[in-house]
């Protein structure tokens, strides 16, 4: 499949972020003070590094797992079928839980693997994300703690992709194809 070119326009900086995390990572850590461990599950493949980088600044003992569930593809619209591609590995019963997406677009997605993860019967179970459309929302589903909220805009970097490319910039950015502009 050939790709129409595009550029990338910088939404949100990659200081911008850190400054988020170090916030949000604050509000978790008193959120989740008492536990003896959080179960730090990330939804892939979109999130892995909002996760590395929020696991580093909890003050929390922790545990990382992963989740992969996929409503995209290669595409750009979410096709609003949710298939869960890569369970986690452990059990999380009577467990603090905290999933960690990338971003909340249709919303199909969260509310899917929060209602598979609430089945589980965690002892608390909390979503944050890193971005939101709430443009965009479909499902009735809010994470718990938002990064930035945003306007519908199709985004890359920092862990997110456009069919496999761009997660490797520091930064968020907006897709903006050539013939466009």
């Known amino acids: ?16 972020i850190a ?18 461990k959080l179960v730090v599950v990330g939804l892939l493949r979109g999130s892995f590094v909002f996760i590395a980088d929020l696991v580093r600044d909890l003050d929390l003992p922790i545990e990382v797992d992963f989740l992969e569930a996929s409503s995209y593809g290669d595409g750009m619209e979410s096709s609003r079928e949710v298939r ?10 009577g467990r603090d839980v905290l999933v960690v997406e990338d971003i909340v677009d249709t919303g199909h997605t969260l509310a899917h693997v929060t209602k598979l993860l609430q089945s589980r019967n965690p002892a608390r179970l909390k979503t944050i ?8 929302r479909e499902a009735d589903f809010k994470a718990d703690w938002i ?15 456009f069919a496999q490319r761009n997660r490797n910039l520091p930064f968020i950015g907006k897709v903006r194809f050539t013939e466009d502009s």
């Open 147 to 161: 990064g930035f909220s945003i306007p519908d805009e199709f985004v890359v970097g920092y862990g997110i992709d």
């Open 84 to 93: 869960i591609l890569k369970d986690l590995r452990g059990a999380i019963e």
């Open 19 to 36: 400054a988020k995390i170090e916030e949000l990572s604050r509000e978790i850590t008193k959120e989740f003070g008492d536990t003896d």
């Open 129 to 136: 994300a890193l971005l939101d459309k709430p443009s965009r």
């Open 1 to 16: 499949m050939e790709q129409r070119p595009y550029v990338i326009d910088v939404m949100i900086s990659a200081k911008a």
